[in-house]
């Protein structure tokens, strides 16, 4: 199995961006799907999950302004992240569980800075 995330950048205070992560490879049924963060000097930490029938889960620090989705058909979850504040930097992973075990994608840096 194989993730390959994109959307990430660089984004003023305010703005918004779009990240989205595409599965691909022996996939049977994916459970949950979600985006962590590991900014430097932090631990990784959860942002937003999503399971197959889509209930959700937001970190406290990004909900009224991150939405997470996904597309079954094409394996893929997206973070919609607006009203980006400076704590929001880090770098960006994608994870999915397929028949129990967690993959993980390569990360995408996002940096919020005037």
């Known amino acids: 199995v194989q993730l390959q995330a994109f959307g990430g950048g660089l984004v003023q205070p305010g703005g918004s961006l779009r990240l989205s992560c595409a599965a691909s490879g022996s996939i049977f049924r994916i459970n949950f799907m979600g985006w962590y963060r590991q900014a430097p000097g932090n631990e990784r930490e959860p942002v937003a999950t999503?399971?197959?029938?889509?209930?959700?889960y937001y970190h406290d620090s990004v909900k009224g302004r991150f939405t997470i989705s996904r597309d079954n058909g094409k394996n893929t979850v997206y973070l919609q992240m607006n009203t980006l504040k400076p704590e929001d930097t880090a770098v960006y992973y994608c994870v999915i569980n397929d028949r129990g075990r967690n993959y993980w994608g390569q990360g995408t840096q996002v940096t919020v800075s005037s």
């Open positions: 999503i399971t197959f029938d889509r209930s959700t």
